[in-house]
T-cell receptor, first 116, second 118 residues
Framework: AQSVTQPDIHITVSEGASLELRCNYS??????LFWYVQSPGQGLQLLLK??????LVQGIKGFEAEFKRSQSSFNLRKPSVHWSDAAEYFC??????????????FGAGTQVVVTP | GAVVSQHPSRVICKSGTSVKIECRSL??????MFWYRQFPKQSLMLMAT?????????EQGVEKDKFLINHASLTLSTLTVTSAHPEDSSFYIC??????????????FGAGSRLTVL
């Protein structure tokens, strides 16, 4: 069975500082990996995704993530956070099999707080 | 492109009544839709997978008679919470999987529906 772990429940970062959110997955084959952001009371916004190819993925809002097969990780990074980046961030893993593509398992989420 | 509309965004109902939530793909055909629920300050949990024209597949522990899912067309899936109780209060989010006009595979989430059962 696949699983995804976000070790950090809560992260506080100063505006302008760098941010890294951790995500580890367990899956028998190469997974599809996603990072979503959710503001309070809102739906999900896709930041970036990895299916195959280049292991460094660029997303929206200045975010990037790196797929490391050897570490079963897909960590999200941003060089300089803005106050508007305060939100809940979810890592998700999806099945690569065609019939189950799109069925996602989400991590517990990481709450990011940005201080002035 | 690849927009999913979810309606209503918020609904309040009395205990014992039924509530229907709609999930529509606006500019692509969604062969499969997924329904998730999210309790406050928790993650999203998959409830069921619905394929157009067939019965939904429910995840373990999800009562199929309580959460009725219909996917009658390639652009619409509905989730009906029957005989709702306060413990059903949650944020329900759908996602749709399909092929855009460009030919690319798409997976898009709706904005979610906040259900409060009094």
């Amino acid at each position: 069975a696949q699983s995804v772990t976000q070790p950090d429940i809560h992260i506080t970062v100063s505006e302008g500082a760098s941010l890294e959110l951790r995500c580890n997955y367990s899956y028998g084959a190469t997974p599809y990996l996603f990072w979503y952001v959710q503001s309070p009371g809102q739906g999900l916004q896709l930041l970036l995704k990895y299916f195959s190819g280049d292991t460094l993925v660029q997303g929206i809002k200045g975010f990037e993530a790196e797929f490391k097969r050897s570490q079963s990780s897909f960590n999200l990074r941003k060089p300089s956070v803005h106050w508007s980046d305060a939100a809940e961030y979810f890592c998700a893993v999806g099945y690569a099999r065609t019939d189950s593509w799109g069925k996602l398992q989400f991590g517990a989420g990481t709450q990011v707080v940005v201080t002035p | 492109g690849a927009v999913v509309s979810q309606h209503p965004s918020r609904v309040i109902c009395k205990s014992g009544t039924s509530v229907k939530i709609e999930c529509r793909s606006l500019d692509f055909q969604a062969t499969t839709m997924f329904w998730y629920r999210q309790f406050p300050k928790q993650s999203l949990m998959l409830m069921a997978t619905s394929n157009e024209g067939s019965k939904a597949t429910y995840e373990q522990g999800v009562e199929k008679d309580k959460f009725l899912i219909n996917h009658a067309s390639l652009t619409l899936s509905t989730l009906t919470v029957t005989s709702a109780h306060p413990e059903d209060s949650s944020f329900y989010i759908c996602s749709a999987r399909g092929v855009a006009l460009s030919g690319a595979n798409v997976l898009t989430f709706g904005a979610g529906s906040r259900l409060t059962v009094l």
